[in-house]
């Protein structure tokens, strides 16, 4: 577009200003979402707040990992890969996502005669188990706490087990940024 141009710049305002007008319209403001982000951020409610890991069986838990790694271009190591990505409500927080491979027939997945577990990131994981047991789900676990977050694991109402995990995404956050971006 030529910017000498008088029309152009009429388009170019015009079109800056029915952008805003909607944002502004539809609540996106700046303040909105400030304020959006500040509620996130001081939101406790026990709730699944995003997608942790996904945990598969295979026979050869290094093949495969070899094929991901030579053929989709994943960063793998001895646990499979870690998928990185930022928290909208903090930016600046990098949040991990686990993908492994299972060796056929790890009793990790027991009881679930699955052949997958998918590891739910939670917020409140105290209060979460306690809304759980309130309503008769399986709680197949303690409570465990590590470095990087606390774990517990659950059965739904298909018979799969769950992994819940309360993260310390700093904790994981590899020092050799061997991450699949």
Same mark, same amino acid.
């Given at each position: ?20 007008s909607m944002l502004i319209t539809n609540g996106y ?40 790694r030579k053929y989709l271009g994943i960063d793998t ?36 005669k699955k052949e997958f577990m998918i590891n739910y ?10 809304? &759980? ?28 087990? &769950? ?19």
């Open positions: 577009m030529n910017l000498t141009n008088g029309s152009g710049i009429l388009k170019k305002t015009c079109l800056v200003s029915f952008f805003m403001t700046q303040s909105s979402m400030e304020n959006k982000t500040n509620k996130a951020a001081s939101d406790t409610t026990p709730k699944v707040t995003g997608i942790g890991g996904i945990f598969f069986f295979t026979d050869n838990p290094k093949e495969t990992s070899a094929w991901y190591n001895e646990y499979g890969s870690s998928f990185e990505s930022r928290n909208i409500n903090k930016p600046e927080e990098v949040n991990i996502l686990q993908w492994s491979p299972f060796k056929t027939g790890s009793a990790y997945f027991a009881p679930s990131r939670v917020q409140n994981i105290e209060g979460l188990v306690e809304k &759980l047991k309130a309503n008769g789900v399986t709680i197949v676990d303690s409570i465990e706490t590590f470095e990087y977050g606390k774990f517990v694991h659950v059965m739904d109402g298909d018979g799969n087990k &769950l992994e819940l995990w309360e993260p310390i995404d700093s904790a994981l956050t590899p020092k050799d940024d061997k991450t699949t971006k």
